[in-house]
């Protein structure tokens, strides 16, 4: 009997020796919360989207005993934005958390953002330098840095090579013009069955954007004070537009026109090349033609030059865990292990060159893009290199939406394109400046 009350007494003590060293160890263990998007922002199918975060949270930890990592799950792209807004207004924001492009501009302006200038300066590890200029300047305001690139796509042009090989055109090679892109299009524009209707295209879906960003021109400057559409890099934009889309006046032509076979170029993202190319989803969506992926064409004025999407990371500027959660930024965005994942895992491209231009992440993308497919490191270096970062001012989006209605009346109108120009950059600096 005293043997049993002995051992249980033991077993009593023993438990409570447990709990107690559990209690102390919780106690003791710091907590750090992130902010994460379920599934691509790029719209694009995966498989664990959370595989990217989950890798480099297990090595934050690892290096960091006695830190744990907590994000919460399931918030999809289109609710991101709301929960991240709420999560502010109720001051349990995560210490670091994904921003998406259309949410920077607010978000810097209400001060959310803790300032990463001092930080870049006095870490010997990592540099602005290290990544591409477009993408990050993306997470810069009023010159003062507040977020890092995590993951980014730029647009390329979609070729339709069996439509120009059926027309005896060679694909343009990467630093064709604005000449020879409309030359290919007048060309293949045409009648192919003799009905009368034209039923073959030479582009769906430039448009005076990306004249713009091929052209070295900007809508607005970089604080959203002044709208700059009728500087004359802009107004040789739109007007090349225009003439482009003149070709095909009074035409029937929508994305599926391109799917089926019948147009012979279209902007997409980067991300939708990676998706739609690879086995086996390129035989799901374009099965019936070849087709592959070059820079823009360039404009007069600039080069070949597309607006480059970055998704940004940031730290809490409320956080009490700074130091730390610097750390686990970096472990986001400078680390090789967790950038080299975005090839394999995500659809995206690293913002660093050194991770772009390895010859890693060139076995991928030709394990990736078999046969004679053009996309390779130099083409995506080269385009990453030339890429200018989208607008972040606040008001951007409601501006970018009364351009768009704008400029669009304008092309359409018979008038001095110049002079119509002039109207509607007078119409959206008054908008700028209410």
């Known amino acids: 009997m005293r043997s049993c009350l002995k051992r249980v007494a ?16 919780s106690a003791q263990q710091t907590v750090l919360t992130v902010g994460v998007i379920a599934g691509s922002y790029w719209d694009a199918p995966t498989g664990n989207c959370y595989a990217v975060i989950d890798a480099a949270i297990e090595r934050f930890e690892q290096a960091h005993p006695n830190v ?55 870490d010997g590890e990592v540099s ?14 009023g010159g003062v840095q507040y977020a890092l690139p995590y993951e980014c796509v730029p647009t390329l042009m979609f070729v339709n090579k069996t439509l120009l090989e059926a027309e005896g055109i060679p694909v343009p090679d990467n630093d064709w013009t604005w000449d020879d892109f409309y030359q290919i299009c007048a060309q293949v524009t045409r009648d192919t069955d003799g009905d009368g209707v034209i039923d073959q295209f030479g582009s769906y879906g430039y448009t005076w954007r990306d004249a713009l960003a091929a052209n070295g021109a ?39 026109s391109f799917d089926e076979g019948h147009v012979a170029f279209r902007p997409f993202l980067f991300s939708d090349y990676r998706t739609y190319q690879p ?3 390129r035989i799901k969506r374009y099965s019936n033609f070849e087709w592959d992926c070059i820079q823009m064409p360039g404009g007069p004025s600039g080069t070949g030059r597309s607006e480059l999407s970055t998704v940004l990371a940031a730290i809490s500027n409320r956080s009490t865990q700074k130091s730390l959660a610097w750390e686990l930024l970096k472990e986001l965005t400078c680390s090789d292990e967790t950038q080299s994942m975005l090839y394999t895992d995500s659809h995206g491209v690293s913002a660093l060159r050194r991770v772009t231009q390895s010859p890693r992440t060139q076995q991928i ?40 209605s704008l400029v669009t009346t304008a092309m359409e109108d018979d008038h001095n394109l110049s002079l119509q120009l002039q109207r509607v950059q007078r119409q959206l600096n008054e908008y700028l400046q209410s």
């Open 10 to 25: 033991v077993s009593v003590v023993l438990s409570a020796v447990v709990l107690i060293l559990t209690v102390l160890g």
């Open 365 to 404: 993308l030709q394990h990736d893009t078999p046969g004679e497919s053009q996309l390779g490191l130099e083409l995506l270096s080269d385009t990453m290199e030339q890429a200018v970062a989208a607008p972040h001012f606040r008001a951007y989006d409601q501006a970018l939406l009364l351009a768009e």
């Open 218 to 256: 900007a809508l607005f400057d970089e604080n959203g004070t002044s709208c700059l559409i009728a500087q004359p890099d802009c107004v040789e934009a739109v007007e090349f537009a225009q003439k482009l889309q003149a070709l095909y006046a009074d035409c029937d032509i929508t994305a599926r």
């Open 128 to 141: 602005a330098a290290d990544f591409y200029d477009a993408a990050v300047k993306s997470g810069a305001s």
């Open 68 to 122: 744990r990592v907590e994000y919460t799950s399931g918030i999809l792209k289109r609710d991101y934005s709301e929960w991240l807004a709420d999560q502010y207004l109720l001051g349990t924001e995560p210490d670091v958390f994904l921003v998406m492009p259309e949410d920077f501009g607010m978000l810097a302006e209400l001060g959310a953002l803790q300032p990463l200038d001092s930080l870049l300066e006095s």
């Open 279 to 281: 086995y086996p989803w």
